[in-house]
């Protein structure tokens, strides 16, 4: 077995170049070091610092710890609906208010839990459509639970 090049690691399959092969150098000078931002060049998530995005086992653990505050928060929307319904509103108004607050602690959990494990704060085709939604379910949570707490009068006897 021949033994590896001086320039290659060893391992169990190593291809030399020619003996006659012109050596080419690394990086032309006239070009800049990779990771460097140059003036009026297009910016590239490469030329970043930091990561951003998710791995694959940073995707499996923020699915895991959002089915948990799913399950968490699916108890304070009950816990929601209980209050509305013991205050005498109607049992739809106070399910859809408890739905609305669903989907905004849910929503909000999202972005905060993928922002953190995969530094997508900067990504603004994350952020910003998440932040609408969460901006939209608080704005339906509020007016739907304002209308079924005011929903239904206590009866007179």
Known sequence: MPE??????????????????????????????????QPGAPISAASLPGEAGLSSTGTVIGIAILLLLAVAIFFVRGAVRSHLI????????????????????????VLIVFGLLGNLWTAFAFVLPLLLLAV?????????????????APRRR
């Open 86 to 109: 013991a205050s005498r509103a109607s049992p739809s108004a106070a399910g859809s208010a408890g739905w609305a607050l669903f989907a905004f602690l849910l929503s909000l959990s």
């Open 136 to 152: 939209v379910t608080l704005v339906l949570f509020v007016l739907l639970y304002r209308s079924a707490a005011r929903g239904r």
């Open 4 to 37: 590896p090049s001086p320039q290659a690691p060893p391992s169990d399959f190593n291809i030399r170049p020619p003996a006659d092969a012109p050596v080419q150098p690394a990086q032309p000078s006239h070009l800049p070091a990779p990771g460097t931002i």
